[in-house]
């Protein structure tokens, strides 16, 4: 830390750029352990080629050899368009803030299946590969270290001289000796002696030597300044602006001021960030400020993320300002979607912090927390919150009776996942749901896949032996109340049910009829998941007819029809689908990776 890393990168990539116009550069600088926001980020870099940006933003991030396969079609179809003369320079800074096994394996795909003029520039703190993979990355490794980047004394006596420090040999001797070469240090001393003739204590410690030197000789307005823009782990002109309204004085000279100052703040597109050292120095003095100015300050910030609809961060700013009223609002303008596996503990833990008070002021938001409490496997959790919502709904007097029932609608909803696969279970839910409803529901996205990525609704819901004639008449008496209140949420289920039921009996006409009826039905609501499962038995009734040639066009279609519609959570389930006829055909060398 504080050896010059970035500041070096940026140098050359510039001079780079200038010299040689076949250089093209794609830069990311990861600013948390989420993989989130490291997805947020890559996305980002492609917001200048939108149709890759949206497919990326589907995609989300690769976690097996399918998605990664994926993402490397996509990186690849997006190089294509620049000349394969060019070298391509992926530049990732401060990766030392994942986990190491999720960039090593990341790279070590990237490195195997990009373009060969593609290269990685990676920047952190620790080791980035252990000697095992330094071995099998041979000379393609290229390695920089704080050893190659400290300055030793000749060069140090020749960067006062260039920084115009009037110090004598002597004393440029004594401060190669007690900084060890370390640039921030060095950096820090000539701030200081530039005001005092003197070097720093080589007691204090680098935090205390930033206060010191780049704080303590600020007035009042740009230190202030300084410490509340630490609250952002990196923020643009017009998020300055806003977080410092209120406090007078014109917040773009500030920055200004602070961006030619202060060798610690670096900007790239419009996006200002502290170097960690300078974080951690004015985030101690934010810490010592008075609780209601942080908590305002944190909220503010959440605000200017939810005019963004940059929910995540939105959340985490609430959070940190134990503003949960608007934390809640998030959460029912979000609906969640912006909460995933890795966020999971912070989501329980705000809704364990929140208030009882609060908690029944937000009656929708406690509908929303039930399905995603299911999802992370905290049923207890669901339980608490519906309790909650009955609390909140007979003491509410601003809702309608209408709005009130709705509301219900939606806990039965979410409650009815708790009896998954027992269908009649599952339909007295949505039964009670439908008396309740005068909408589709908010506890189902009827964009999202019905069969959880099953390749056959018969496997969901066959659940015992001798059941499955009671089963199929199950499923068509009560799909149609889950249809009603999802919007047509797993069309064509029930037919394909009994399609795939008369398939496994030996009656390949009347599955093959059945088949055509659900295939229908699920395409008018573009239910991509009961379709793959229709493709799948269209593909078994081919092989019953020896059409090989039908099925290979029909795995084809599948994988096109998850491609072209950015189903990419459906390419495992066609993946399944390979891999069956792989086995049943003894074509092993057919098997997907």
């Not at 920047?123 to 041979?138: C, D, V």
């Not at 004598?168 to 060095?186: C, F, N, Q, R, T």
């Not at 300002?321 to 966020?343: H, P, Q, R, T, V």
């Not at 406690?366 to 905290?378: D, E, H, V």
């Given at each position: 830390?504080?050896?010059?890393?970035?500041?070096?990168?940026?140098?050359?990539?510039?001079?780079?750029?200038?010299?040689?116009?076949?250089?093209?550069?794609?830069?990311?600088?990861?600013?948390?352990?989420?993989?989130?926001?490291?997805?947020?980020?890559?996305?980002?870099?492609?917001?200048?080629?939108?149709?890759?940006?949206?497919?990326?933003?589907?995609?989300?991030?690769?976690?097996?050899?399918?998605?990664?396969?994926?993402?490397?079609?996509?990186?690849?179809?997006?190089?294509?368009?620049?000349?394969?003369?060019?070298?391509?320079y992926f530049i990732i800074d401060d990766i030392h803030l994942l986990p190491s096994y999720l960039i090593t394996s990341f790279i070590f795909f990237f490195e195997k299946n990009m373009a060969g003029n593609?290269?990685?520039?990676?920047?952190?703190?620790?080791?980035?590969?252990?000697?095992?993979?330094?071995?099998?990355?041979?000379?393609?490794?290229?390695?920089?270290?704080?050893?190659?980047?400290?300055?030793?004394?000749?060069?140090?006596?020749?960067?006062?001289?260039?920084?115009?420090?009037?110090?004598?040999?002597?004393?440029?001797?004594?401060?190669?000796?007690?900084?060890?070469?370390?640039?921030?240090?060095?950096?820090?001393?000539?701030?200081?002696?530039?005001?005092?003739?003197?070097?720093?204590?080589?007691?204090?410690?680098?935090?205390?030597?930033?206060?010191?030197v780049l704080l303590d000789p600020l007035d009042e307005e740009r230190r202030e300044f300084l410490i509340l823009m630490s609250i952002s782990d990196e923020f643009t002109k017009e998020q300055a602006a806003y977080l410092w309204e209120g406090h007078g004085g014109d917040s773009e000279k500030l920055l200004n001021y602070h961006t030619k100052n202060n060798a610690f703040i670096t900007k790239t597109d419009n996006h200002y960030r502290y170097h960690?050292?300078?974080r951690e120095c004015t985030q101690h003095l934010f810490s010592k400020k008075p609780e209601e100015y942080r908590r305002q300050s944190y909220t503010r910030l959440g605000d200017w993320y939810m005019m963004r609809e940059d929910y995540l961060h939105a959340y985490f700013a609430y959070a940190k300002?134990?503003?949960?009223?608007?934390?809640?609002?998030?959460?029912?303008?979000?609906?969640?979607?912006?909460?995933?596996?890795?966020?999971r503990r912070e989501f329980f833990s705000w809704f364990e912090n929140c208030p009882e008070e609060i908690l029944l002021q937000h009656p929708s938001a406690?509908?929303?927390?039930?399905?995603?409490?299911?999802?992370?496997?905290?049923i207890e959790g669901l339980y608490r919150l519906k309790e909650l919502l009955l609390k909140s709904l007979g003491t509410d007097v601003s809702l309608s009776e209408e709005e009130k029932n709705n509301l219900l609608g939606d806990a039965e909803i979410s409650e009815s996942m708790t009896a998954f696969n027992n269908i009649s279970a599952m339909s007295e839910y949505h039964r009670r749901a439908c008396a309740l409803l005068t909408r589709p529901t908010y506890s189902v996205n009827p964009n999202d896949t019905w069969t959880f990525e099953s390749p056959s609704v018969l496997m969901l819901y066959h659940r015992q032996v001798g059941a499955a004639d009671s089963e199929n008449k199950e499923m068509k008496d009560c799909m149609p109340y889950y249809y009603r209140v999802s919007d047509g949420h797993g069309s064509g289920a029930e037919h394909c049910f009994e399609a795939e039921l008369y398939y496994e009996r030996g009656d390949f006409i009347r599955a093959e009829i059945l088949n055509r009826t659900a295939i229908s039905a699920a395409r008018k609501k573009r239910q991509f998941s009961i379709i793959l499962a229709c493709e799948f038995l269209n593909a078994r009734l081919a092989m019953i007819r020896g059409g090989y040639d039908e099925i290979e066009k029909t795995e084809k279609n599948m994988r096109e029809t998850v491609l072209k519609e950015k189903q990419y959570s459906l390419m495992n389930t066609v993946d399944i689908c390979r891999m069956f006829f792989a086995a049943v055909l003894n074509r092993p060398q057919s098997a997907p990776e």
């Open positions: 830390m504080g050896y010059g890393k970035t500041t070096a990168v940026k140098w050359w990539s510039s001079r780079r750029t200038k010299s040689n116009e076949s250089s093209q550069f794609f830069k990311l600088t990861v600013i948390s352990y989420s993989v989130a926001d490291l997805w947020s980020g890559i996305c980002r870099i492609f917001r200048g080629h939108p149709d890759v940006h949206k497919q990326l933003k589907a995609l989300g991030f690769p976690t097996n050899n399918q998605s990664l396969y994926l993402f490397a079609d996509i990186m690849n179809s997006v190089l294509a368009e620049y000349d394969d003369k060019e070298f391509i593609v290269r990685f520039v990676l920047m952190s703190r620790n080791q980035i590969f252990n000697e095992k993979e330094k071995m099998e990355l041979g000379n393609r490794l290229y390695e920089i270290s704080y050893l190659d980047l400290r300055l030793d004394a000749d060069e140090l006596h020749e960067y006062a001289e260039q920084c115009g420090i009037r110090a004598s040999a002597d004393e440029i001797d004594e401060l190669a000796d007690m900084s060890e070469g370390w640039l921030s240090v060095i950096y820090l001393n000539f701030k200081a002696y530039e005001k005092n003739k003197k070097w720093l204590s080589v007691s204090s410690d680098i935090i205390s030597l930033i206060k010191e960690h050292m300078l300002a134990e503003n949960y009223g608007k934390l809640l609002s998030c959460f029912e303008k979000d609906g969640a979607f912006n909460i995933n596996i890795e966020n406690l509908t929303i927390g039930m399905l995603t409490m299911f999802m992370f496997n905290n």
